[in-house]
């Protein structure tokens, strides 16, 4: 196992380096002076020399592989920069913007697995009319988008229940029933789309199961119905749910961004947009290379777990 | 040597029999046969022909757009701000006075112009590094490949609207960044059956007859890993379609005044109490668009995997 680790370790190094690469890249070929951003365009017109001046502290004037190595080294201390609009560190501001966004991202998760499993196994068990409905919603949920599902939500459920916060967010650590009751929308807006690939793969992975001999045995040992389902099929059909859910984080964060901004929730989602629009490039640039990064990490771990789930796959 | 077994095979062609008559028409029969059965196959996957007909509906739309709406979707001021449908403006107005209708149906050229025309972009991509990772093999795999798992890493909104505020909103740029966005995942879907083909024997009797790499590669390969180029093009239409309203939802869309489904839906945010259509008729030609090409693509999946029939 843990030669398996190293070796997934070394092959993440050439990934990472190119995520980097590549954050620094796209920031690099925006149209448009840095410098010039941040001293305003009337300064950098009338006072060339303060122009000059920031060129050379920010070693903009260095050869573009000097200035990508220091930027990387900067990285690696956890020196993401200044962000432009904000007048604030990068790194802080990204880490108090995570937990906003990864608690949405694991109650969608939790909402995705409580209403799609159970729909998942009921259609794959019960067949006929409940599955083709089941198909139906599935190819049917997946072509609406999150944005219009939190729409729906705005126009027709908030209004009649006014109990429910809409854009006034509170903190977990200050207002817990407050901050709980505001991720109801945004968490339900994510969790739809994901609860429908939840159940897709669920019902296909049961039926994949319920056709082996075991299950078979576990019927005519006299087994109900409910502890076949629960302990010989699900057993068997979680791993590669649980893979299907590693390969959701990318999609999560594409959902977070969005819903974040909707219900403005202060999270990376909403942190990357303000960034886009004020063309906060740096803040960009940070939050682009830390959640790739999240994202490759997640996968590894992912990978790691379902090696020590199933022995099978180290030894591929 | 060459030369040789080509001319071997050429004569064996020529001195095998003549088919028989009768052999003849029981292969039209059979061939008859065959495409009745493709056709019967054809009617029952209801989710081809249900989807093939909404895409159809929707391109018909978009070419026809000026036949079927009775004003303009430019013209300002055609009734009052947030106007809700009437006779004449069905869909009622934005806040501009503009007429929704003629913007929704406009907005599928929008749609359209930007989602296929990239998915055809990142197909023609993914096969150039598909095939050249998975034919040439070793260390350019290695290197296409790990350059492709850089670019799964970036979740795929972000980095579209990181590239799509790097290029500067506009339809080419669109075009381009969700061309940018599908063609790693393509590409992997191009390389896994090269791999597995590129071992079969034909392939090397084939190499072995003198034909070149391109002739295999066209003649072989391409064959073979066409289906599910062609169900994952479509597939990736409709998550085009979605992105390109995340992003024109966000303000990195067609640029005004184009109209844009993702832009009319967010700006009928501010007015979602009081004109609540300005907001459903948008967000239902979202879904409508992507459900037709995830339709469209699930039943070509299952008409052409005969497994799944």
Redesign the interface.
Known sequence: MSRYIISRLVLMI??VL??TL?SFV??K???GDLAVAIVGQETASSNPQALETIRAELGLNRPLHEQYLSWLAGMLRGDFGKSLALKTQILPTILSALPTTIELALLSVAFGLLAGAPIGVLAATRGGVFDALTRLAV??G????S??IA??L??FIA?NMRWIPVFSFAPLTEDPTRNLLSMIFPVISIGMGLAMTIAENVRSAVLDVLHENYVTVAHAKGLSQRVVIGRHVLKNAAIPIISVLGLQ???L??GT??IE??FSLPGLGKL??TG??L?DYPL?QG??LF???A??SI?LITDLLYAFVDPRIRFR | MRLWIRGFASVKMTTLPAPSATFTRATEAGALQQTRAAWRVLAKNKLLLVGGGMVAVLVLLAICAPLVVSHSPFEIGLGPSMAPPSADLIMGTDKLGRDLFARIVYGSRTTLLVSIPSVALAVIAALVLGLIAGYVGGRVDQTIMRLMDIFLAFPGLLLAMAIVAVLGPSIPNLLITIAVLYTPSMSRIVRAPVLAVKEKEYIAAARVTGVSDVRIIVRHILPNIASPIIVDATLSTARAILIEAALSYLGLGAPPPNPSWGEMLSSSRQFMTSAPWSALFPGLAIVYAATAFILLGNGLRDWLDPRRR
Do not use: E
Request: aromatic fraction near 6%.
């Open positions: 050439p990934v190119g995520i590549l796209v920031i070929m925006l149209p190819s049917l997946v072509g609406v988008p944005f219009f729409t729906l705005l126009l209004p984080t990318g999609f964060l594409s961004i969005i901004t909707i990357v947009v886009i629009n063309r960009v939050v682009l959640t790739a990064v994202v490759v996968n």
